[in-house]
């Protein structure tokens, strides 16, 4: 944090217990690691330009996670709060869009990766 | 050329393998990359739709693939 900035919007994602009423048992997270990075760094970028951020933060885990970690925590710091609500919500929604990072989700009855078929 | 395609999530699943390898012509696409695998692998169609990256980049149908590319398969993501 700078002095500059006004205010520090957070995004923590968690995993969930279910999905669509089904009962999640955990998660397991895979990336394609340096494309990953690199697709990140470009939605930061692409961040800083359009507001006016002071700093980005994009953290992503992979492997295994229980119900109630956290794969995900995205952090904006910026003079004005407009800036950093902005950011971070176009940070976390462009991520789920073009970061190859995919999720398999484990039910009591098997696993499925999550938005394979349609 | 040989190209080796590296495959990630459910794509790994149906080539059962992280990494498959294929003989195709030197001045061969993104779109005959996919029809190739699409032969060899037919439950890659029944995916919602998948891309293609080459050199950690996504690439488009018309781009042509060189020898020493790193290819990727790329199902529908699901970060976060």
């Given at each position: 944090?700078?002095?500059?900035?006004?205010?520090?919007?957070?995004?923590?994602?968690?995993?969930?217990?279910?999905?669509?009423?089904?009962?999640?048992?955990?998660?397991?997270?895979?990336?394609?690691?340096?494309?990953?990075?690199?697709?990140?760094?470009?939605?930061?970028?692409?961040?800083?330009?359009?507001?006016?951020?002071?700093?980005?933060?994009?953290?992503?885990?992979?492997?295994?996670?229980?119900?109630?970690?956290?794969?995900?925590?995205?952090?904006?710091?910026?003079?004005?709060?407009?800036?950093?609500?902005?950011?971070?919500?176009?940070?976390i929604d462009t991520l789920k869009q073009?970061?190859?990072?995919?999720?398999?989700?484990?039910?009591?009855?098997?696993?499925?990766?999550?938005?394979?078929?349609? | 050329?040989?190209?080796?395609?590296?495959?990630?999530?459910?794509?790994?699943?149906?080539?059962?393998?992280?990494?498959?390898?294929?003989?195709?012509?030197?001045?061969?696409?993104?779109?005959?990359?996919?029809?190739?695998?699409?032969?060899?692998?037919?439950?890659?169609?029944?995916?919602?739709?998948?891309?293609?990256?080459?050199?950690?980049?996504?690439?488009?149908?018309?781009?042509?693939?060189?020898?020493?590319?790193?290819?990727?398969?790329?199902?529908?993501?699901?970060g976060g």
């Open positions: 944090m700078s002095a500059e900035s006004g205010g520090i919007d957070v995004f923590i994602g968690t995993v969930r217990n279910q999905t669509k009423g089904k009962k999640v048992l955990k998660l397991d997270f895979e990336a394609y690691e340096p494309m990953a990075i690199s697709e990140m760094y470009k939605i930061a970028a692409r961040a800083f330009e359009r507001w006016p951020v002071q700093k980005i933060l994009i953290h992503h885990r992979t492997g295994l996670l229980q119900v109630g970690e956290v794969p995900v925590i995205i952090a904006v710091s910026a003079a004005h709060r407009d800036a950093a609500f902005e950011a971070c919500r176009y940070i073009t970061v190859p990072i995919w999720k398999k989700e484990s039910f009591e009855d098997g696993d499925v990766w999550v938005a394979a078929h349609p | 050329m040989k190209i080796n395609v590296l495959a990630f999530g459910v794509a790994k699943d149906i080539f059962g393998s992280g990494e498959v390898s294929l003989e195709m012509s030197n001045d061969a696409t993104i779109y005959n990359l996919k029809y190739l695998l699409e032969q060899q692998y037919p439950r890659l169609k029944q995916l919602s739709s998948y891309m293609v990256a080459v050199n950690n980049e996504y690439a488009l149908p018309g781009d042509t693939i060189h020898e020493r590319d790193e290819v990727a398969i790329i199902p529908p993501v699901s």
